[in-house]
């Protein structure tokens, strides 16, 4: 896809966040050891500085990357106002889930998609599956 364009900002932070995130849970691992009057924190301590300049590195990279985004509020409110009879399909397959559908989060998704393709409003489609009635009636 030539046209498009990587915030690689976005993906700088996330590349340092790779790098760091196992020398962040070896500093929690050291707090098990921390009371134990050992030394088997002394090697990984020595490292501390750099999670906090790589932290520090992050942030300002964040900072800069946020201040390039604009927000065009007429489409964000046109894909809203598109998709938000979809978003009923989150809460439908908890519910569902709750309720003991055995295949709770793949009905939804079919549902959604069926929905999506033929037009129709999910809200208004799942009251008509009669697979579902039994979930839906029990529902408070």
């Known amino acids: 896809m030539p046209h498009k364009v990587n915030p690689w900002e976005f993906e700088h932070v996330k590349s340092m966040w790779k790098a760091f ?9 050291d707090e098990i050891s921390e009371h134990q009057r050992d030394l088997t924190n ?27 985004i604009t ?4 489409n964000v409110r ?11 399909a989150q809460p439908l397959y ?3 889930a709750i309720y003991g559908h055995p295949d709770a989060y793949d009905y939804a998704r079919k549902m959604a998609y069926e929905t999506r393709k033929s037009g129709r409003k999910l809200t208004e489609t799942i009251w008509e599956d ?5 979930y839906l009636e029990r529902m408070t």
């Open 21 to 29: 995130m196992p020398r962040i849970s070896t500093i929690f691992m």
């Open 42 to 68: 002394s090697a990984s301590g020595r490292f501390l500085l750099e999670l906090f300049v790589a932290f520090d590195h992050s942030i300002n990279w964040l900072k800069e990357a946020l201040t390039k």
């Open 71 to 74: 927000v065009n509020e007429e």
């Open 78 to 88: 046109k894909h809203v106002e598109s998709s938000k009879d979809e978003i009923v």
């Open 94 to 96: 908890i519910l569902l």
């Open 130 to 134: 009669e697979n579902i009635k039994p």
